[in-house]
Nanobody
Framework: QVQLVESGGGLVQAGGSMRLSCAVSGRTSSSYAMGWFRQAPGKEREFVAA????????DYADSVKGRFTISRDNAKNTVFLQMNSLKPEDTAVYYC????????????????WGQGTQVTVSS
């Protein structure tokens, strides 16, 4: 069993930056590849970024590539998402979850979801 707690969201102006954190407990984060997904109002949840269990491989959705960076600290069982040059279309609830790593085609393992963290980007 895995517990996930996302944090770091809030309100930011377009062009700003924000860093999300995901604390993983129950099983050490180093046991899993991890991904960030997001869900905007009225839309389906979509893939944002993925990182392998070692941190040596990562990939991104085209919509965030070059602006977002995923990283992890296995000693602290934490996964991060650094978001720069934010756009209003990045507004969503962001979730982290264990994944089957396949680059941008990574898929969640099971149904491990936290409460998410709201990111709102104003224009």
């Amino acid at each position: 069993q895995v517990q996930l707690v996302e944090s770091g969201g809030g309100l930011v102006q377009a062009g700003g930056s924000m860093r999300l954190s995901c604390a993983v407990s129950g099983r050490t984060s180093s046991s899993y590849a991890m991904g960030w997904f997001r869900q905007a109002p009225g839309k389906e949840r979509e893939f944002v970024a993925a990182i392998s269990w070692s941190g040596g491989s990562s990939d991104y959705a085209d919509s965030v590539k070059g602006r977002f960076t995923i990283s992890r600290d296995n000693a602290k069982n934490t996964v991060f998402l650094q978001m720069n040059s934010l756009k209003p279309e990045d507004t969503a609830v962001y979730y982290c979850t264990p994944i089957n790593y396949a680059g941008r085609y990574s898929t969640p393992i099971g149904h491990y979801w936290g409460q998410g963290t709201q990111v709102t980007v104003s224009s």
